[in-house]
C-alpha cells in the first residue's frame, strides 16, 4: 500500500503516513488486530533503527524455461531491477533531510520565529534597534527594514514564504491589537494580512504561532478571559490563509487544545498533560498518539515523516534532568527511545532537530563573575539520530539562559535573549551542524 500523496511505501491498515503525515483511505479489514495499543511513554528496548523495509515483491511466475543465454541476461534484468530497489529505499525509507515544510514548521514552534532565512537573509528583531532586521548570511549587509509598532512592544513570529517577509507587531500593554503583517525583503509593500481579535468575552487575544507552509499562511491565536486562563477559559483557533490574508479559513476553534503546537498542512500536533496530540483538521477533537510517563515533554519536532519528542523530569536548579528523546511515526506508531539522559549527561532543553542530530541546550556553568558578570554560559550538544555515542559539543557566550535555534536547512542561526524577552535579539550567530561559529550578526552586549 502506497500514500496517494507522497507516494511512500505505507503498512496496510495505517491511518496516517509516516512519511508526509497525510490521512490514508481506510479499507475494509478482515483482521481483528486492526487497532493498535496505544505506545506508552518509555520503550524496554530501541532498535538501533525504525524498522521501515518495504515488503518483498512476489517472485514472478514463470511458465517455462528460456534457452540458456537468456536466463542469464534474465538475470541481469533482476540484479539491475534489485539495485533499483535499494536506491528506492535508501531516498525514501532511510532517514534524509527534512521538508522545507518541517523546517518550517519546527522554526515556527520550537525556534519560536525567533528569526528566519530567505534567499540569503537572515530576518530578525533587534530590540535595541527596535526593527525587524535584515542581515546578509555572511553578515556583511545589514538593514532595517520594519519599525516596531509600539513602544512598549516587540516585533515576533518571524517567518518566510511567497516571497515576503511574515512577523507580528506585538503590544505588551494587552490593549493594543496584535497583527500579522508582510513586507518585501527590502521593507517595502508592508501591509497587515491579519489581526487577531478577542473571540471570547473579555478576553486578551495573543497570536501564538505564525507559519508559512504549502503556499498558504497558518496563523494559531490563544484567546483566555482576562485573569483566568484556566482550563475552558482558553480558546485557541487556527486558521488558514491565502499569502496576502484572504480566503481565510477556521480550521480549529477549541477550549481543549492547548500547549505546544506543531502545525503540518493537514493536521497540528501538540503537548499537554504528558501527552502527544495530533487534531486532524475537519476532525472534531484531538486524538492522543502518545502517552508518557515524563511529567514534562518539549514541543512536538517533525523530521523525515516522524515527530520526536523530549521527554522529562522537570528541570528545577538549570543542570539538566533525567529523560529520553522518543521518536514515532506521524500517527504515533512505533514509538522508540532515540537515546536516553541521567543527570550527568546535563540535557536541559531540545532546541533543535536536523542534519541528522538533535541539538539540545544542556545545563548551564557559570564562569569566573570577574571576567563574565557570573552569567552562565550557553552549552550546545548535537547528538546523532542513529548513533546517539556520536555528539558534538559548543559553547556559545553568556546569556540568560534562553536561546533559540531557526535551520536554515545549510546550519543554524541561534538567537541569544532574555526569558522574558521572547524573540529579542540580544545576540546573534551563524552556527555549523558540527557546532563551529560561522558569523556573529550582533555581539552579545554584556
Known amino acids: 500500500m502506497f500514500c496517494p500523496k507522497c507516494g511512500r511505501p505505507v503498512a496496510d491498515g495505517a491511518r496516517f503516513c509516516s512519511g508526509c503525515g497525510a490521512q490514508l483511505p481506510q479499507q475494509p479489514s478482515g483482521s481483528s488486530d486492526s487497532a493498535a495499543e496505544m505506545p506508552t511513554g518509555i520503550a524496554d528496548a530501541a532498535p538501533d533503527a525504525p524498522d521501515r523495509q518495504a515488503p518483498a515483491a512476489a517472485a514472478p511466475k514463470r511458465g517455462w524455461v528460456r534457452p540458456k543465454p537468456l536466463v542469464v541476461a534474465a538475470a541481469v534484468i533482476v540484479l539491475v531491477a534489485l539495485v533499483g530497489v535499494g536506491a528506492f529505499v535508501a ?7 527534512p521538508t522545507a515544510d518541517e523546517r518550517a514548521a519546527n522554526n515556527a514552534a520550537i525556534g519560536m520565529g525567533t528569526a528566519a532565512y530567505a534567499d540569503g537573509n537572515v530576518y530578525y528583531w533587534d530590540v535595541d534597534a527596535a526593527a525587524l532586521v535584515r542581515m546578509s548570511a555572511d553578515g556583511s549587509d545589514s538593514e532595517p527594514i520594519a519599525s516596531q509598532a509600539y513602544d512598549y512592544g516587540a516585533i515576533r513570529n518571524i517567518c518566510t514564504g511567497d516571497g515576503h517577509v511574515y512577523f507580528v507587531q506585538y503590544s505588551y500593554s494587552g490593549e493594543d491589537p496584535l497583527t500579522v503583517h508582510r513586507a518585501l525583503p ?7 494580512v491579519f ?5 471570547v468575552e473579555g478576553g486578551t487575544p495573543q497570536i501564538q ?3 508559512f507552509l504549502d503556499g498558504h499562511l497558518y496563523v494559531v491565536t490563544r484567546t483566555s478571559v482576562a485573569g483566568d486562563s484556566s482550563s475552558g477559559n482558553v480558546v485557541v483557533e487556527i486558521y488558514r490563509m491565502d499569502p496576502d490574508g484572504g480566503g481565510r479559513e477556521l480550521l480549529v476553534s477549541s477550549a481543549e487544545l492547548d500547549g505546544q503546537i506543531t502545525l503540518t498542512p493537514e493536521a497540528a500536533y501538540y503537548s499537554m498533560n504528558s501527552g502527544v496530540y495530533r487534531w486532524d483538521y475537519g476532525a472534531g477533537g484531538a486524538q492522543c498518539i502518545y502517552r508518557s510517563s515524563y511529567p514534562e515533554l518539549s514541543v512536538p519536532v517533525l523530521y523525515d515523516g516522524s515527530v520526536y519528542v523530549h521527554e522529562h523530569y522537570l528541570d528545577i536548579d538549570g543542570m539538566g534532568e533525567l529523560g529520553c528523546l522518543t521518536r514515532m511515526g506521524a500517527d504515533g506508531s512505533g514509538a522508540e527511545q532515540v537515546a536516553t539522559f541521567d543527570r550527568d549527561s546535563r540535557i536541559a532543553d531540545l532546541q533543535a532537530v536536523a542534519d ?3 541539538f539540545f541546550q544542556m545545563g548551564a556553568v557559570t564562569l569566573d563573575a570577574s571576567e563574565y558578570s557570573d552569567l552562565p554560559v550557553t552549552r550546545m550538544c548535537g547528538i546523532s539520530l542513529s548513533n546517539p555515542a556520536d555528539t558534538v559539543e559548543f559553547e556559545m557566550e553568556p546569556n540568560n539562559a534562553f536561546p533559540r535555534i531557526t535551520d536554515t536547512g545549510d546550519g543554524l542561526i541561534m538567537i541569544m535573549m532574555a526569558a522574558d524577552s521572547i524573540g529579542a535579539a540580544f545576540g546573534a550567530c551563524s552556527i555549523s551542524y558540527d557546532g563551529n561559529i ?9
Request: glycine content about 8%; hydrophobic content about 25%.
Open 438 to 446: 560561522e558569523t556573529v550578526y550582533m555581539e552579545y552586549p554584556y
Open 91 to 97: 531516498t525514501r525509507l532511510l532517514p534524509s533531510d
Open 186 to 192: 527590502d521593507g517595502s509593500g508592508d501591509e497587515e
Open 356 to 358: 541528522g542530530r538533535a
Open 209 to 211: 504561532r505564525v507559519c
Open 195 to 199: 489581526t487577531a481579535l478577542p473571540n
